[in-house]
Structure formats: C-alpha cells, structure tokens
C-alpha cells in the first residue's frame, strides 16, 4: 500500500512564502508521476504542478513563476516551494502520485492559508 503524507502548510501573510513536502510510504514501488493539486471552497480539485521521475514538469499558469516542484526519487519525496503568495492561492493542498502499474494515489491534504 502507497500512503502519501503532506506537510509543511500554514496560515502566510500575501507575499510570503510556504514550503510543502510529501512523502510516500511503502516499499517496492516507483511512482512515475508526482505532485500537487488544491482545491478552494466551492471549487474543483486544480492541478498545480507535477513533476515526473524523469524531471519534466508541469504547472498550472496561475502558479508559473512562484512555485517551484521539485522531487528526491531516491526518497519518494516531492516538495513545493511557493513564493509570492497571494490570497488566492488559499486552498487545501493535495499531494497526488502515479505509480508504475498500481494508479493514483492522494494524500490527506494540507491547508495553505494566505491572509493579512
């Protein structure tokens, strides 16, 4: 079994910046695809940025520029550096990923709270 566990979320003032991190728990697995989605209230889970064990990414074009992905695949861990916050980046913070031959997989979710 795959568990992902987020980390890293908080209440920031606009402008600032959050760290996320999440780790996947198991063993004999490789996830191929890894990231982040978030959903505000009242909206749709919205894809922030992915990044897949080859290193190529994707992001969302409201977070290009501000956030980066990265990934350890030697740890199974993915990280999401988020600068320049702004109050509509509040949302929970999904950590999501694809593994090789057994399908998605999503964390618990982590609250980012951008608010003066």
């Known amino acids: 079994q795959v568990q992902l566990v987020e980390s890293g979320g908080g209440l920031v003032q606009p402008g600032g910046s959050l760290r996320l991190s999440c780790a996947a728990s198991?063993?004999?697995?490789?996830?191929?695809?890894m990231g982040w989605y978030r959903q505000a209230p009242g909206k749709q889970r919205d894809l922030v940025a992915t990044?897949?064990?080859?290193?190529?990414?994707n992001y969302a074009d409201s977070v290009r520029g501000r956030f980066t992905i990265s990934r350890d695949n030697a740890k199974n861990t993915v990280y999401l550096q988020m600068n320049s916050l702004k109050p509509e980046d509040t949302a929970v913070y999904y950590c999501?990923?694809?593994?090789?031959?057994?399908?998605?997989?999503w964390g618990q979710g982590t609250q980012v709270t951008v608010s003066s």
């Open positions: 990044m897949t064990s080859g290193g190529s990414t």
């Open positions: 198991g063993s004999g697995f490789s996830i191929y695809n």
């Open positions: 999501y990923g694809f593994v090789s031959y057994r399908g998605q997989y």
